[in-house]
């Protein structure tokens, strides 16, 4: 399995568990089955685009800003992942609850960092 390959099924398992335990345990965040398959995948590839984007413009003296900067690019993700997919099968509701998504989900993209030591080589 090439890195890339291998990096990108890590990132969506861990977006598929952390979204899975924040449904079960908050109220207020209703996902779907079907729209649960749609919903990792965009936050997946919305996470990974968001961060090429921001880690390929912002100075490399930022990176005390790492952990805002997660929590910002995660709550973005789910900001586009709630607004793309129908309210019927993927929906947040309450400042609570956009927190506790958020932290569980970040979190899971940090585990993510640490099994995913060794990112995908550059492209020439």
Same mark, same amino acid.
């Given at each position: 399995? %090439? ?7 890590i ?10 335990? &924040? ?8 996902? *779907?089955? #079907? $729209? ?10 919305? %996470? ?11 100075? *490399? ?8 900067g997660?929590?910002?690019?995660? $709550? ?5 992942t709630?607004?793309?997919v129908?309210?019927? #099968?993927?929906a947040?509701? #309450?400042?609570?609850? $956009? ?7 970040w &979190? &899971?993209?940090?585990?993510? #960092?640490?099994?995913?030591k060794?990112a995908p080589?550059? *492209?020439?």
């Amino acid at each position: 399995m %090439t890195a890339l390959l291998k990096s990108v099924a890590i990132s969506l398992a861990a977006n598929a568990a952390s979204l899975a335990l &924040a449904a079960w345990i908050f109220d207020r965040f209703n996902i *779907r089955f #079907g $729209w649960y398959v749609v919903a990792v995948v965009l936050v997946t590839l919305l %996470t990974v685009a968001l961060r090429e984007v921001v880690t390929s413009t912002v100075n *490399r003296f930022a990176r005390g800003y790492t952990i805002l900067g997660g929590l910002v690019l995660t $709550w973005l993700a789910l900001l586009l992942t709630d607004a793309l997919v129908p309210r019927s #099968g993927f929906a947040i509701d #309450g400042w609570g609850t $956009w927190i506790g998504v958020t932290v569980i989900v970040w &979190a &899971a993209g940090i585990a993510y #960092g640490e099994v995913d030591k060794k990112a995908p080589a550059p *492209r020439a």
